[in-house]
C-alpha cells in the first residue's frame, strides 16, 4: 500500500478517504431526481429559483444554490416558451369600432342619457375572467 502511494505520489490519507467517497452512495441523488421531476413537471420552463420554490412549497427543504448546482450537474436549464405572434383584431374581422360619438364629454341632464362602459380581462388559474364596468353618469343640478 505504502509503495503503491509512494509511486502515484499519493498520501495514504487521501488514499483511504477515496476509498470511502468511492464506497458512500451519493447524497445529491435523491434531490437530483427530485429537481428534475420538478423540472420537467414545469414542461422544462422553470429555472432553478422556480425549481426551488416548487420543491419548498413540496416540503423539502433544499437551498437555491443547491439547486443551481444539481441543475448546472445534470445540464438542464430552462428553456424559453415561443411568444405568440400578436394578432391585431381589425385584421381578424371580428374586431368591432364605433365612432366616439362623446368625445370625452361626460355630464348628461338626465340619467340614461349617456352610458361608458370598459370590459377588463383577468387572467386566472381556470381561464380568463371578464370584469365590465357600467358607468351612468349624471349630474342633479
Known amino acids: 500500500m505504502k509503495a503503491m502511494c509512494n509511486f502515484f505520489g499519493v498520501s495514504r490519507a487521501a488514499y483511504y478517504k477515496w476509498i470511502k467517497r468511492s464506497v458512500e452512495p451519493n447524497k445529491d441523488t435523491e434531490r437530483m431526481t427530485l429537481v428534475r421531476e420538478a423540472w420537467l413537471k414545469s414542461r422544462k420552463t422553470y429555472g432553478y ?3 426551488t420554490i ?6 423539502h427543504s ?6 443551481l448546482r444539481l ?8 428553456v424559453a416558451r415561443k411568444r405568440k405572434p400578436y394578432k391585431n383584431m381589425s385584421q381578424l374581422g371580428i374586431y368591432h369600432r364605433y365612432e366616439n360619438i362623446l368625445d370625452r364629454d361626460f355630464s348628461a341632464t338626465a340619467p340614461n342619457q349617456k352610458w361608458v362602459t370598459d370590459i377588463s380581462y383577468i387572467r386566472t388559474r381556470q ?6 364596468t357600467i358607468f351612468l353618469p349624471y349630474i342633479n343640478n
Open 62 to 67: 433544499i437551498n437555491h444554490k443547491a439547486v
Open 71 to 78: 441543475m448546472q450537474k445534470m445540464n438542464i436549464r430552462s
Open 49 to 51: 429559483r422556480r425549481v
Open 127 to 132: 381561464g380568463w375572467a371578464y370584469l365590465s
Open 54 to 59: 416548487s420543491l419548498q412549497q413540496q416540503g
